[in-house]
């Protein structure tokens, strides 16, 4: 049977190694960040211009930029897109066509997005800020302020993007099968844990 594992996760928690470890025991591909360069690459945009978009809301600024961009296909007298949207509809095509096998997506509202699809086990990830913030001055070499910032930071541009895209909350446990606490917890520990809960869930209707 198909599985399609989605990952919504807290900054600094790990949710990308766990998505990774859990796409290596089941042999199927994880996807993270080359789903941007996929996205632009199908959807005929900039690469440079939407990564500025990747799970970020939209700026005064961005906005002002993209609303001089325009989407191929459309014509002169359409109103064009901005190139937040733009970027977040050529996702969802990249993330409906990587659910046709069995994978794992990490973040971009990809729960949101395959919510109806058959297979689907929604994911998030979180762990005790202390542990959040070692886990980053380690992998970055930052100082704790410094990674205290970049959690507050980057985790609030999580939550805008989720909310401004979905009619859900980021982080609301009724949008997700399982909230999983990561914290003390080694990595493929909790991979598996993740993959008994959803070889365990029953099959959609």
């Not at 007298?77 to 937040?84: C, F, I, T, V, Y």
Request: one cysteine or more; a neutral charge.
């Amino acid at each position: 049977m198909k599985k399609i594992i989605t990952i919504g996760r807290e900054h600094g928690t790990g949710g990308r190694e766990i998505g990774k470890h859990i796409a290596r025991k089941l042999g199927i591909e994880c996807y993270d960040g080359r789903l941007v360069s996929e996205a632009a690459r199908a959807g005929g945009i900039d690469e440079k211009l939407a990564k500025l978009y990747d799970e970020k809301p939209t700026s005064a600024l961005l906005y002002s930029l993209s609303m001089s961009m325009s989407i191929p296909g459309l014509t002169h007298a359409s109103p064009p897109l901005p190139l937040g949207e733009q970027v977040f509809l050529a996702q969802c095509d990249v993330i409906r066509n990587y659910a046709k096998e069995s994978c794992v997506i990490v973040g971009r509202c990809a729960d949101y997005i395959l919510k109806d699809e058959k297979g689907l086990c929604r994911v998030f990830i979180r762990s005790e800020l202390e542990e959040r913030v070692h886990r980053i001055m380690s992998t970055y070499e930052l100082t704790e302020d410094k990674a205290r910032d970049m959690i507050k930071k980057i985790d609030k541009e999580r939550a805008n993007y989720y909310n401004f895209h979905t009619d859900s909350a980021w982080g609301s446990t009724k949008n997700y099968d399982i909230c999983l606490n990561v914290t003390g917890m080694d990595l493929d520990a909790a991979a598996d844990i993740i993959i008994s809960y959803a070889n365990a869930m029953p099959e959609k209707e």
